[in-house]
């Protein structure tokens, strides 16, 4: 893991879910653990969420890199992972989203955070969209 997330979630989980830095006001910051496809290990990451009803939404975007990020391979691997939000924990189940509903859904987080946009243009690659559910 790199320092900047290492901060990140150091500080997320030390201020129940509030960072500063770029992301100061994000509301919709979430820490996820999975689980390494090929190491077997808990690997944790900073992400935004995008709220959808009962699930939330994350978009595997790897800053508008040419490859999806680890933990995209990692949920295709294993689909159950935690999710941390402000001061709750829980478990989910990782849903792949593709077609009209995956293109509406990254539509919608460019509405909240444009940059979204120029990482969509940055690369030739569909950008996946996950769909998070509480399992239990």
Do not use: C
């Amino acid at each position: 893991m790199n320092d900047f997330n290492a901060n990140v979630i150091e500080e997320f989980r030390a201020n129940a879910g509030k960072v500063g830095g770029m992301f100061e006001g994000n509301q919709n910051m979430v820490l996820i653990t999975t689980t390494g496809a090929k190491s077997g290990r808990a690997i944790t990451n900073p992400l935004v969420k995008l709220p959808d009803g009962d699930r939330i939404v994350l978009i595997a975007s790897n800053g508008g890199a040419d490859k999806h990020p680890a933990w995209y391979h990692n949920l295709r691997a294993n689909p159950e992972f935690t999710v941390e939000t402000g001061t709750e924990t829980y478990t989910a189940k990782a849903e792949f989203i593709t077609g009209p509903e995956r293109d509406q859904l990254y539509a919608r987080m460019v509405e909240i955070m444009p940059g979204f946009a120029d990482y969509e243009a940055g690369t030739d690659r569909v950008i996946p969209v996950v769909g998070a559910r509480r399992v239990g």
